[in-house]
């Protein structure tokens, strides 16, 4: 395959290979997909002769970054194993209408009974890197990172979280498991912001910890009790120039709410480290791919 030109928003590939999940998780995820689709098996394509081999040609109808090709291809293997995926793109390449793929030779039975299962797949999560695409590209040349969050599709979250890789933002924590982000909430019942930080260090859970406020006083707060990561919720762009000059460079900022294409360079150019958005994963458009089959 011809090296694509090399892109300064895209991680690089050894990155993306490393944030892959492991094979025999991809393969369940799509066991799961087949299974839900399939049922006791596919009728339409029983009509077809068992025997049968086709080929088939996938290609876009408009401009994307490519993302799922590990899913995508893991579906024709389930279902014939002896399948050939020729791909002439990969995970994180900016496609253009019109251009192909990937080239795919198999049973015809196996090729059609998981093209939409293949294509759920690829079209939703190109359609994740693309969005994540989009904002990289918006914050480009400056030191910030656009981040992911926990409001992914449900059953996806490490399908998406791979695809915002691939669009070259970043993840923020995998779930409730590998940080501890303190919210509003928490810090009501914990009855202080600083009580809040102090139990969550007294875990000793060996993972980040980060803080949410919701007024410049809050941040003061945080930063007093030592806070060494901060989510600025909704603050407006004065409120996170003045919380970064209040900060001096002692945490981290994140800015987060309600972000979207028009407003995520202005927050960042405000001086913020971080800034999460929500809509990478949970305002999914699927991107508009076609497969067509070629009988040999």
């Keep these: 395959m011809e090296q694509s030109t090399p892109d300064p928003v895209l991680p690089n590939r050894s990155t993306l290979r490393h944030h892959l999940p492991e094979r025999q998780v991809i393969e369940s995820q ?25 080929r088939a040609e996938l290609i876009t109808r408009e401009p994307a970054t490519l993302c799922g090709c590990a899913w995508f291809e893991t579906v024709f293997r389930r279902l014939d194993p002896a399948s050939v995926i020729r791909w002439e793109a ?7 209408p019109g251009q192909r793929l990937c080239v795919l030779e198999g049973a015809s039975r196996a090729l059609l009974t998981g093209e939409r299962t293949a294509m759920n797949y690829l079209q939703a999560l190109a359609g994740t890197a693309t969005r994540a695409r989009q904002y990289a590209d918006a914050v480009a040349g400056l030191p910030v990172r656009v981040l992911d969050t926990r409001k992914t599709l449900p059953g996806l979250r490490l399908q998406q979280k791979y695809a915002v890789l691939c669009g070259g933002c970043h993840n923020h924590r995998i779930g409730l498991f590998d940080a ?37 006083a809050e941040l003061e707060q945080a930063l007093d009790a030592g806070a060494e990561l901060v989510l600025l919720d909704n603050f407006t762009l004065e409120e996170l120039r003045r919380a970064v000059a209040l900060n001096a460079g002692r945490a981290r900022l994140e800015a987060s709410g309600g972000i979207d294409l028009k407003t995520v360079r202005p ?29 040999l």
């Design 30 to 54: 799509i066991d799961a997909a087949l299974a839900e689709d399939m049922g006791a098996g596919d009728l339409t394509a029983a009509l077809l002769p068992a025997g049968q081999r086709a």
């Design 90 to 96: 990969e995970d994180g390449d900016r496609i253009v």
């Design 180 to 216: 501890i982000l303190i919210k509003e909430n928490h810090i009501l019942a914990a009855g202080s912001i600083r009580a809040a930080l102090e139990a969550a260090r007294a875990l000793n859970a060996g993972v980040g910890i980060e803080i949410e406020v919701e007024s410049l």
């Design 267 to 295: 927050i960042a150019e405000t001086g913020v480290d971080r800034i999460s958005v929500g809509a990478l994963t949970k305002d999914v458009t699927a991107v508009d791919l076609s497969m067509r089959l070629v009988t």
